[in-house]
């Protein structure tokens, strides 16, 4: 007991001291050892405490060596304690104030990077899934030869795939809700978009599924027009989905369809 006592002793006393020095590095005027300091707190992933010195080299040498390697490195510092909106911004600044780096090109895609570590779940807004896209593209465009190409490739597929996810959701939400007309919108501008997605047959399905029911729930002036709609629908879909599961549900909505029309 008393040798683990000693122990815990020991390890707050070292801790007190290194709080210590390093609160006296910070107000001190040594920027030689702030500098030393900095990168042996960066090396060893103390990024937070790296961050407050680095931020006091650059802005007391803004155009010095070590004043552009400690800006670079407050970017990758934010980054790694996973702020990302202030990574992005100094990653951003970074490339205005040393535009002749030869980071340029992996601070470029760290931007991009950023902002697709900013991008939500499918489920929310996805105004920063579409910013990171156009950074990412940004960044395709600006280094099209770059060896981070094929990483940018499966970042944009999979950021498309969120959206798209985003879209499918929407539309059975509006199929669930019997809200039949934004069903049968919301679903079409999902094939124009998506046309090969792997929820396209779904989709489909709900668009003929949703213009039957607002078919049949329309006012008299407006059924013929969309009972020639739903019908192109169905024989569109029953074309390119011969085999689907979903045939019979829409054979028996289409009989009934033309049963109505029938008794008119």
């Known amino acids: 007991m008393m040798k683990i006592n000693l122990f815990v002793l020991a390890c707050t006393l070292f801790f007190l001291t290194a709080c210590s020095n390093y609160n006296q590095i910070v107000k001190g005027d040594d920027f030689a050892k702030k500098y030393d300091v900095a990168n042996e707190l960066y090396d060893g992933k103390q990024y937070e405490k790296a961050i407050v010195l680095y931020e006091q080299i650059y802005q007391h040498s803004p155009k010095s060596a070590e004043g552009e390697l400690s800006y670079y490195r407050l970017a990758k510092s934010y980054f790694q304690v996973e702020d990302y909106y202030m990574a992005q911004y100094y990653f951003s600044a970074y490339m205005q104030r040393f535009p002749y780096s030869v980071k340029n090109e992996e601070v ?5 990077l950023c ?3 900013n991008s939500p779940e499918h489920s929310l807004d996805q105004t920063e899934t579409e910013l990171a896209i156009n950074n990412v593209q940004q960044f395709i465009d600006r280094y099209p030869q770059s ?8 970042i944009i597929d999979n950021l498309q795939f969120k959206l798209e996810t985003k879209q499918y959701d929407q539309v059975k939400l509006y199929n669930r809700t019997e809200n039949y007309r934004a069903a049968v919108t919301a679903g079409e501008l999902f094939l124009e978009g998506h046309s090969q997605s792997d929820y396209a047959e779904e989709i489909n399905f709900l668009v003929v599924k949703n213009s039957y029911f607002l078919t049949v729930n329309s006012i008299e002036s407006k059924k013929s027009e969309r ?4 019908n192109e629908r ?4 029953a074309l390119r989905y011969p085999a689907s599961k979903y045939n019979k549900e829409l054979t028996t909505l289409m009989e009934k369809l033309e049963a109505k029309t029938t008794e008119k």
């Open 147 to 154: 060896y981070l190409l094929d990483s940018c490739n499966h």
């Open 234 to 237: 169905f024989r569109n879909f």
């Open 227 to 230: 009972i020639e709609q739903t």
């Open 115 to 117: 902002s697709v570590k």
């Open 108 to 112: 470029l895609f760290m931007v991009a």
